[in-house]
């Protein structure tokens, strides 16, 4: 076989439950794409004889957190068997890294569970490595939690079954496909007082805001600070606003003031020196969208970027998120990405900027 072949299969993981969103984007967007296979978090999709696609195409899906052309699968209980397998079904293609990840077993959050590097996926990892034919070609360091360079080749391997290895492939270019599994690698602070962190982190890491050291946030629903922790452990001043009590770390922070208040209680004059604007509100997406245009459509208020969390508390909501962007679009916001992160839970993260304000570059 040739590399040259034409990719006949998409894979795509996603998080547990997040399915049929997948499904529904896909079926909007690329209308020729035909729905093949799924379990809880792992789809493919049959891609149409007559499209070109290239190997860091962009799905343009908010709801997929990888994706690349899928060759089959390799099955076999024992790694090193496997191995040979998957190096088989990737025939001549060229490869720099090696991206293997387990399909998430829960929704993040629930029982404990957060989306990782897990031991099953470091030994797969481990035996894929061992058995490569052109070990010199591959780039050195831990391609599981490395990011990896734009334009590099990946080998993607995802356990989607015990003894059930999907063996694909693409070109890294967007953030997300330079990680194995999209799964930002974090470690978690071990005072961090919420998994409010690891969101936060990752959609920084993600959004790329342009926002210097020392800018002055606020953040909507603050409490209890996860969030708040890990903005002011960048560097940055935070408001928070929430009507509930904040953990105590936060408070005794220089650089951190509570108003124990909802949004709508706030006066404007509190944001005239805030430039960026976060929000994670339980509450649902039309709420969230309603107290943050009462900020940011104020006269006297100056935001140049933003990183809304909007809840999801029913599936079906994901049809709306189209309309959600174009609210957020109409208040100035040109520059937006949407997506649900590794660590959101049944949620996505939307990165709003005005568009004199360019996104950072991904360090690697
Ligand atoms: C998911 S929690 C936020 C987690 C928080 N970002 C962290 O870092 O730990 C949601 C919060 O939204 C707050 N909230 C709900 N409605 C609000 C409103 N209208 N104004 C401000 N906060 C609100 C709730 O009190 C709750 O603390």
Redesign the pocket.
């Known amino acids: 076989m040739s590399h040259s072949d034409r990719p006949r299969f998409l894979f795509v993981s996603c998080q547990v439950g997040a399915e049929k969103a997948v499904k529904d984007e896909i079926a909007g967007r690329w209308p020729d794409f035909r729905f093949a296979y799924s379990r809880p978090g792992f789809l493919t999709f049959k891609l149409p004889e007559q499209q070109f696609l290239a190997p860091d195409f962009s799905l343009g899906s908010v709801f997929a957190r990888t994706y690349g052309f899928s060759l089959g699968k390799a099955t076999g209980v024992d790694p090193a068997a496997a191995a040979d397998e998957v190096w088989r079904l990737l025939a001549d293609r060229p490869v720099d890294r090696i991206h293997v990840w387990e399909r998430d077993r829960a929704e993040p959050g629930q029982y404990g569970f957060e989306p990782a590097v897990t031991p099953t996926a470091v030994a797969a990892y481990e035996a894929f490595r061992a058995k490569c034919p052109q070990p010199e070609r591959l780039a050195a360091g831990n391609h599981l939690i490395e990011v990896a360079n734009p334009g590099d080749w990946i080998a993607d391997c995802v356990l989607v079954e015990p003894g059930q290895w999907w063996v694909g492939y693409h070109k890294a270019r967007s953030a997300p496909s330079r990680l194995a599994g999209g799964i930002l690698h974090l470690d978690v602070p071990p005072d961090a007082?919420?998994r409010?962190?690891q969101k936060?982190e990752e959609a920084l890491t993600w959004s790329r805001l342009p926002a210097e050291s020392g800018a002055r946030f606020a953040?909507?629903?603050?409490?209890?600070?996860?969030?708040?922790q890990c903005l002011l452990a960048r560097g940055f001043e935070v408001i928070g606003?929430?009507?509930?009590e904040m953990d105590v770390t936060l408070l005794k922070h220089p650089k951190f003031r509570h108003i124990r208040r909802?949004?709508?209680q706030v006066p404007r004059r509190a944001f005239r020196k805030v430039r960026w604007l976060t929000a994670?509100?339980?509450?649902a997406p039309n709420f969230t969208l309603d107290?943050i245009e009462a900020i940011v459509a104020h006269p006297e208020v100056n935001i140049r970027g933003m990183i809304l969390t909007l809840k999801l508390p029913e599936w079906s909501l994901a049809a709306e998120v189209p309309k959600y962007l174009d609210r957020i679009r109409s208040w100035g916001f040109n520059r937006l990405h949407a997506r649900q992160l590794a660590h959101n839970r049944r949620e996505i993260c939307v990165a709003a900027l005005q568009k004199p304000f360019l996104r950072k570059p991904l360090s690697s």
């Open positions: 007082v919420s409010a962190w936060m953040e909507i629903g603050s409490s209890p600070g996860g969030a708040s606003i929430d009507p509930a909802r949004a709508a994670d509100m339980n509450v107290a």
